[in-house]
T-cell receptor, first 113, second 114 residues
Framework: GNSVTQMEGPVTLSEEAFLTINCTYT??????LFWYVQYPGEGLQLLLK?????DKGSNKGFEATYRKETTSFHLEKGSVQVSDSAVYFC????????????FGKGTLLTVNP | NAGVTQTPKFRILKIGQSMTLQCTQD?????MYWYRQDPGMGLKLIYY???????DKGEVPNGYNVSRSTTEDFPLRLELAAPSQTSVYFC?????????????FGPGTRLTVT
């Protein structure tokens, strides 16, 4: 079955630091890949996505590239802000699973001023 | 559009009580989902629906029931609440033929069973 593994948190950074959150996946089909973000007390919001190999998703300064050869979709941001403090979830879906999302466990990011 | 709305926001139940978590979406999406989120465990799918009148089990359906009589509503029923059902519950929806699984989430219901 499908699975997603993302780096354990929590991650604590200073403002303007570089962020990487690692995500690798196992899938039976050809998945689409997603990063969702959950701000404190809120539901999940789609941050970015990529639907095929070598696609780069980007939004709000965050980027992730779909790497089929390493089955990875690492999230990066060059300069984090306090407002980026949240839980980040890597997820995948494919036609084999009827587009149901499979989530990683989430990574808590705290950015200090 | 309000998107996906959930009520209540918070609830405390005693063991053995019943309740219904409400979920409504106004985007005319065919697909709807219920997840539970436990600390450090990501989201687990409880039930889902691909359209009115059609529901199916997810990973963790035991102790829950759902119905889908309209496109807009997808209530989740807990019949005999147990402490193991203490969690945050999220409802989500996706349009038919929408981008490869992108889902829209409600704000969640925090449930405590004591």
């Amino acid at each position: 079955g499908n699975s997603v593994t993302q780096m354990e948190g929590p991650v604590t950074l200073s403002e303007e630091a570089f962020l990487t959150i690692n995500c690798t996946y196992t899938a039976t089909g050809y998945p689409s890949l997603f990063w969702y973000v959950q701000y404190p007390g809120e539901g999940l919001q789609l941050l970015l996505k990529a639907t095929k190999a070598d696609d780069k998703g980007s939004n709000k300064g965050f980027e992730a590239t779909y790497r089929k050869e390493t089955t990875s979709f690492h999230l990066e941001k060059g300069s984090v802000q306090v407002s980026d403090s949240a839980v980040y979830f890597c997820a995948l879906s494919d036609v084999v699973s009827n587009y149901k999302l499979t989530f990683g466990k989430g990574t808590l990011l705290t950015v200090n001023p | 559009n309000a998107g996906v709305t959930q009520t209540p926001k918070f609830r405390i139940l005693k063991i053995g009580q019943s309740m219904t978590l409400q979920c409504t979406q106004d985007m005319n999406h065919n697909y709807m989902y219920w997840y539970r989120q436990d600390p450090g465990m990501g989201l687990k799918l409880i039930y889902y629906s691909v359209g009115a009148g059609i529901t199916d089990k997810g990973e963790v359906p035991n102790g829950y029931n759902v119905s889908r009589s309209t496109t807009e509503d997808f209530p989740l029923r807990l019949e005999l609440a147990a402490p193991s059902q203490t969690s945050v519950y999220f409802c989500a929806s996706r349009e038919f033929g929408g981008t490869e699984g992108e889902q829209y989430f409600g704000p969640g219901t925090r449930l405590t069973v004591t």
